[in-house]
């Protein structure tokens, strides 16, 4: 592996592809198309979306993060949301939209990232290439904004200016500190939005020592060897490699003081230690490294499978390295590469050193991948901008190996990488193309109604329905949930039972579907079973993180908050798929529970009303008129 050992300057643009005028056509077909392979989606909420939602709209109630609002993440993304919702309105189309936006922005990073690298065309095409491989995996994923989606940008800005405290300065010390610092605390940031966002530092980190390295070993080579036998003589780096790390450091501890004021403001500090990091702790080692490196082997498999362009071009950077480092260094022959020049040979230098950054860029980043241990989609963020600047580079690269094949040879590699492509948009969105068809249209397609998201929107809506009294509109794109939060308690002081409402599982979307508020801090009963919310469905194969009296007494204050608030309507998620995890399963509850009656079920969801309004429910029936 080889790096930088001079500071590299913008490299020239040969192809005459990127002047202002034609950089900002590339970006308004890239906004475009971000926003026609996402707006379609913009009616549905996604896996963990209802979280992010309801701790968003609580925290603008006044309520504490954390303290009073159940919350397992840094507090990055609730803040995000909460200020989203108090500049545009509580609304699914705010997020969505702000969604396609971020999402350009990382494109703009990722753009000016690859000119830097390689050229400004390898930058376009790495950022065309991230507004759609953005898209293409999971759609309840991908096209939710979550802590993995919401850290890329700051992840890769950050990357883009410690790298360049190393690589661009110019050598000049101040430069260089400064964007060091600069990089670190977009890291830092980062972290605040997820914790593996801290893994750029080690990236970082990575490329410092293996430059150190090299920079020893020319050295030692320079002894021997006069001038005119070196490959390239350059100018040593100016800046000590780890005064530039302890900038980066000090950048990235600096970003954390303003969260933790919040927190520590909030009085929210244990709990904060507690949601986050404890409970983080144990969730991340629920499953074994057998069964990590098996669902890593399997997950990832099944992620270049779909996304196969990326698999092709990572597969032919990563093979070309080695034979590129063997010429570099004299050890084949120039022909060996197609190199024949000494301009095609400094160009040839340059694409090794940011081949070998990428590549140490996207293996720090799949470590980082793998920490959570599951490997749901959303964690393939991670290694997505890392992916999108190989692929850019690795096309290009492909068609210029190409040049000297024969055409039978060219149109078949063309063939191949096209169809895959194809495939991959095929196979991701297809569905936007029918759900695009129903709004033309007006009306719900048999194959949407029986698409997973839309069912389970459903069973949500059906229950907010059941809850609030209120039926929703017959709106095919999300908009008739304003009819069941019309004049609810978000929209003036809650007044009384039947403003408030609790959901024993993990499905706080049907507190964002029906407008009512929580009744309690706990919007997931991870802390109250001790079981992850992924595995508490799996009937008797699973296990409690946490002590039992832990969970015994986060019941007990469950109890309290609901006799304080007195829900009019309780929803059971869990007990209609594992009966022993039920909220009539624990004793501290029972009392409780004693003061409901149950209402049978609506979707997978069993409805308890206390029995003071189902008596009142009962005399209007059989009032005469």
């Not at 050890?331 to 197609?338: E, S, T, V």
């Not at 109604?449 to 017959?474: M, P, Q």
């Not at 059971?572 to 029972?590: A, H, K, V």
């Amino acid at each position: 592996m080889t790096t930088p050992a001079e500071p590299l300057t913008e490299p020239t643009d040969k192809h005459g592809a990127s002047n202002r005028a034609t950089t900002v056509k590339w970006f308004v077909v890239i906004l475009a198309l971000t926003f026609i392979l996402r707006i379609t989606y913009a009616g549905h909420l996604y896996e963990d979306d209802g979280l992010w939602f309801t701790a968003g709209e609580e925290i603008l109630r006044g309520k504490a993060l954390y303290r009073e609002i159940y919350f397992d993440k840094p507090p990055g993304l609730a803040l995000v949301y909460a200020a989203l919702f108090w500049i545009f309105g509580a609304h699914i189309l705010t997020i969505r939209l702000f969604t396609i936006l971020y999402t350009v922005g990382v494109s703009a990073v990722l753009y000016k990232f690859g000119a830097r690298l390689y050229d400004k065309r390898t930058g376009l095409l790495a950022a065309a290439m991230f507004a759609v491989f953005s898209t293409t995996y999971s759609a309840g994923h991908f096209q939710g904004l979550n802590t993995d989606l919401l850290m890329v940008l700051p992840y890769t800005a950050g990357a883009f200016l410690m790298l360049g405290s190393f690589c661009w300065s110019g050598g000049e010390r101040t430069k260089a500190g400064w964007l060091a610092v600069a990089g670190g605390a977009l890291v830092g940031v980062a972290f605040q939005i997820n914790p593996k966002g801290a893994f750029d530092l080690i990236f970082f980190a990575v490329v410092l020592a293996t430059s150190r390295v090299r920079r020893k070993r020319e050295a030692a080579a320079e002894r021997y060897a006069p001038p005119q036998d070196q490959f390239a003589t350059s100018r040593r780096q100016s800046v000590s490699t780890v005064r530039l790390f302890c900038f980066a450091a000090a950048g990235f501890v600096a970003a954390s003081p303003p969260f933790l004021a919040y927190v520590a403001f909030r009085s929210s500090l244990g709990s904060y230690w507690f949601y986050v990091w404890d409970w983080g702790a144990r969730y991340g080692s629920y499953y074994g490294t057998g069964a990590t490196l098996l669902a890593t082997l399997s997950r990832s498999a099944g992620y270049f499978a779909v996304n196969n362009t990326l698999l092709v071009t990572l597969v032919f950077v990563a093979a070309s390295f080695f034979p590129k480092r063997k010429l570099l260094t004299g050890q084949a022959p120039a022909d060996a590469a197609g190199v024949r020049s000494a301009s095609e040979a400094s160009l040839t230098a340059r694409e090794h050193e940011s081949d070998a950054i990428l590549l140490i860029w996207f293996l720090v980043s799949f470590a980082g991948v793998m920490l959570g241990g599951r490997l749901f989609p959303h964690y393939f963020f991670q290694i997505l901008p890392s992916l999108c600047l190989i692929g850019a580079s690795g096309l290009f690269a492909i068609v210029k190996s190409l040049k000297a094949r024969s055409p039978s040879l060219k149109r078949a590699m063309t063939a191949l990488i096209a169809v895959g492509f194809l495939f991959t948009l095929v196979r991701f969105h297809g569905r936007s193309a029918m759900l695009l068809a129903d709004w033309v249209r007006g009306t719900r397609s048999e194959a949407n109604t029986r698409w997973y998201h839309d069912v389970r929107n459903r069973e949500e809506r059906l229950v907010a329905e059941a809850v609030t009294g209120r039926r929703e509109d017959n709106s095919t794109n999300g908009d008739g949930v304003e009819t069941l939060r019309a004049g609810g308690p978000r929209s003036h002081p809650a007044d009384g039972s039947a403003d408030y409402l609790f959901v024993w599982g993990y499905r706080p979307e049907i507190y964002y579907w029906s407008g009512l508020l929580p009744a309690s801090r706990y919007l997931s009963t991870q802390p109250l079973t001790g079981v992850p919310a992924d595995v508490h469905y799996f009937g008797d194969d699973y296990r409690s993180l946490l002590p039992e009296e832990a969970t015994s007494a986060a019941r007990l204050e469950l109890a309290r908050d609901l006799e304080e608030t007195r829900p009019k309507y309780i929803v059971d998620e869990i007990g209609f798929f594992n009966s022993s995890l039920s909220i009539q399963s624990y004793p501290e509850l029972r009392e409780l529970m004693g003061a409901y009656k149950p209402l049978g079920a609506t979707g997978r969801f069993f409805i308890y009303m206390r029995k003071e309004f189902s008596k009142k429910h009962r005399l209007r029936q059989v009032r005469p008129d």
